[in-house]
């Protein structure tokens, strides 16, 4: 059973306008969740990250949402580049504390495509 | 500067054979671990060993032996390769925090695609 899930597979900007990622998770001991960027035959790359006891995280033209009674979250990349055409990963986490190797629980992954 | 590094990058072997893919991390971290993608391109957890002791062993066949000789690397050695092990093989770092939360964010190689005909 998938715990977290992008229920889209692609999504499609032109450049300059707002990208929106979606991202649910079923279990509601997950408290700390992260977006990572794939780019073919690289490793994922972290992009940002949002603890639960926060709703929104901003680093530059990423943004991130988290409605924790909705079990969502949201990734929004505002202006959209050419670059940033890659797979997106919404990846979540049940943080124990000093605990080590919390595994990350990955969604199935939205391709991005950002056209000029 | 390669952060995690994993050798070889591709694989291509026969059914049957024993095969190891290596990794390695220069960030100081104390947990390493070792995640599959598949060919529906689900990323899944399969070992995490901290200070070299292992710490998450997923429903994973004992074909599959991970080994960490010291805290920078996490080998994966396996036994009578099967064609559904074929799939990409991901290595990843990360550091426990300090204070009362470990905010888990783990670093990434670039991957292994093995291969088995």
């Known amino acids: 059973d998938q715990q977290v899930k992008q229920n889209s597979p692609s999504l499609s900007v032109q450049e300059g306008r707002i990208s929106i990622l979606n991202c649910d998770y079923t279990n509601s001991m997950f408290d700390y969740f992260l977006w990572y960027k794939k780019y073919p035959a690289e490793g994922p790359t972290f992009l940002i990250s949002?603890?639960?006891?926060?709703d929104k995280n901003e680093d530059g033209r990423f943004t991130v949402f988290l409605n924790k009674s909705a079990k969502h979250l949201s990734l929004h990349i505002v202006p959209s580049q050419p670059g940033d055409s890659a797979v997106y990963f919404c990846?979540?986490?049940?943080?124990?504390?000093?605990?080590?190797?919390?595994?990350?629980?990955f969604g199935k992954g939205t391709t991005l495509s950002v056209s000029s | 500067d390669t952060a995690v590094s994993q050798t070889p990058k591709y694989l291509v072997t026969q059914m049957g054979n024993d095969k190891s893919i290596k990794c390695e991390q220069n960030l100081g971290h104390d947990t390493m671990y070792w995640y599959k993608q598949d060919s529906k391109k689900f990323l899944k957890i399969m070992f995490s060993y901290n200070n070299k002791e292992l710490i998450i062993n997923e429903t994973v066949p004992n074909r599959f032996s991970p080994k960490s000789p010291d805290k920078a690397h996490l080998n994966l050695h396996i036994n009578s390769l099967e064609l559904g092990d074929s799939a990409v093989y991901f290595c990843?770092?990360?550091?426990?925090?300090?204070?009362?939360?470990?905010?888990?964010?783990?670093?990434f190689g670039p991957g292994t695609r093995l291969t088995v005909l």
């Open positions: 949002i603890s639960s006891i926060k």
């Open positions: 990843a770092s990360s550091q426990v925090g300090t204070g009362l939360r470990d905010y888990n964010e783990q670093f």
């Open positions: 990846a979540a986490s049940k943080t124990q504390a000093n605990q080590a190797g919390t595994a990350l629980i």
